[in-house]
Nanobody
Framework: VQLVESGGGLVQAGGSLRLSCTAS????????MRWYRQAPGKKRELVAS???????DYADSVNGRFTISRDNAKNTVYLQMDSLKPEDTAVYYC????????????WGQGTQVTVSS
């Protein structure tokens, strides 16, 4: 499965961006879909997760500002990011897993998000 992210860019603090991640096959065959991010010099961290049933979970640092959703008809998962802060600056990666016990894992190539103060 190939995951292709889009929607990153440069935005001022307080602004919004929407990231998209489109899969090369039906997302109905995928279990969890997630967004991770990695800032320079820091470890990759989980930002948001959505299950095949639509249950969502968020990192404390983005809870209330970011919203993850998935559109299985378009094979796409989204990350709506509002009230952006400079500390949200990072490369954002799309993740998906499949199979029993999530034995199959897929990553996108990443998209840069830069928030200026």
């Amino acid at each position: 499965v190939q995951l292709v992210e889009s929607g990153g860019g440069l935005v001022q603090a307080g602004g919004s961006l929407r990231l998209s991640c489109t899969a090369s096959r039906s997302t109905l065959t995928l279990n969890r879909m997630r967004w991770y991010r990695q800032a320079p010099g820091k470890k990759r961290e989980l930002v948001a997760s959505i299950s095949s049933g639509g249950s969502t979970d968020y990192a404390d640092s983005v809870n209330g500002r970011f919203t993850i959703s998935r559109d299985n008809a378009k094979n796409t998962v989204y990350l709506q990011m509002d009230s952006l802060k400079p500390e949200d600056t990072a490369v954002y990666y799309c993740y998906a897993d499949a199979g029993i016990a999530a034995t199959l894992v897929y990553w996108g190539q990443g998209t840069q998000v830069t928030v200026s103060s």
